[in-house]
Nanobody
């Protein structure tokens, strides 16, 4: 299973970015899709996740500014980030959880896409 994340970049504070994540290589339906952020010296933290039923959850800092969505048919997730702040800077990783017959629940990570917000 491979995840490819893209859409990161450099943006000024107050600007917007839209991250995309494409999942390939799995014959199974995707359960949870999510986005996580990591900054130097810190643990990777959840930004937003969404179940296959469309229920989303957000970190406190993302709530109200970021929106996660997904296209189940295309096995893609998206993170629309508005009103970006310098504290949003980091490497954003997409993640997916897939229940695989005979292997159980598996979690997969993409390679990360870097977001830099300048003040």
């Amino acid at each position: 299973v491979q995840l490819q994340a893209f859409g990161g970049g450099l943006v000024q504070a107050g600007g917007s970015l839209r991250l995309s994540c494409a999942v390939s290589g799995s014959q199974y339906n995707i359960n949870v899709m999510g986005w996580y952020r990591q900054t130097p010296g810190k643990q990777r933290e959840m930004v937003a996740v969404m179940t296959n039923g469309g229920v989303g959850d957000y970190s406190g800092s993302a709530k109200g500014r970021f929106t996660i969505s997904r296209d189940n048919a295309k096995k893609m997730s998206f993170l629309q980030m508005n009103d970006l702040k310098p504290d949003d800077t980091g490497v954003y990783y997409c993640n997916t959880g897939i229940y695989e017959k005979d292997r159980g629940y598996k979690s997969y990570w993409g390679q990360g896409t870097e977001v830099t917000v300048s003040s």
